[in-house]
């Protein structure tokens, strides 16, 4: 991940920008005041929400989009966030922009929401997003899962693919500005996969959403599949 991540450093902000529509929908959603920014990338989302008043802890793998945050002076600590739990814990968790599917099988996406589940507060919020996989793999054609919208402006081209390998991994290409050609492995993950290992791990309340406007999630047409769920725990019986 880190090879990758490195590569698009430079051009992260122009690639993935923090859109009005991000900090309406957590000016909504963040509950309480300690935060876990899970894949903070370059510190866009941590920065904002330390604005509006919350206490927020931010990590990342990557050096590289580390130093970039350093330089805008946010600090993200180098953590793998499968070690959440050496964290303290948080009424929030956040882990946004696809970072979820980095993980390398889903044994370790399933230890990761239980780590999460066991540093959140009681009352606590979990945020997921990542891209709706079940979209590409309905349109499969061979190897071939489809194109990613084209990111293009002023500052950058970024033109993404997905490709399926044998084991069933989703190989993700970029290029970035017709230059740096680069690959990343994902381990794909469906809506009812997500939301069963949820439910059984004990959040409650789980609401699903097709993008960051809060439009209801369609497995067939969404891009993105965000999710929002509660830990909640039955008070101790009394004597």
Known sequence: ????????????????????????FFDAEVHGKTV?????????LTAY?????????????????????????????????????????FDTIINIGNTLPHLNNKDEVQTFLKKAYNQLTQGG?????????????AQKEGNFLGNLPLIENEKVKFERS???N???KVIFRTVLDETIANEELLQPILSQELTRWLSQIGFKDLKLYGNFKKESFNPETSMAL??????????????
Not at 125 to 137: A, C, G, R
């Open 1 to 24: 991940m880190s090879q990758f991540y490195n590569s698009i450093a430079e051009k992260y902000d122009d690639i993935f920008p923090l859109s009005p529509a991000h900090k309406v």
């Open 36 to 44: 876990l920014d899970v894949g903070a990338g370059t510190g866009n």
């Open 49 to 89: 929400l330390r604005a509006q008043g919350y206490d927020v802890t931010a990590i990342d793998l990557s050096k590289a989009l580390i130093a970039q945050a350093t330089a805008k002076d946010i600090e993200v600590q180098e953590l793998n966030m499968l070690a959440i739990d050496t964290l303290p814990m």
């Open 125 to 137: 919020k979990l945020i997921l997003q990542m891209v709706n996989f079940e979209k590409y793999f």
């Open 162 to 164: 997905y490709h399926l």
């Open 166 to 168: 044998s084991n069933n």
């Open 226 to 239: 965000i999710v929002t769920c509660l830990l909640y725990t039955s008070p101790s019986p009394r004597d």
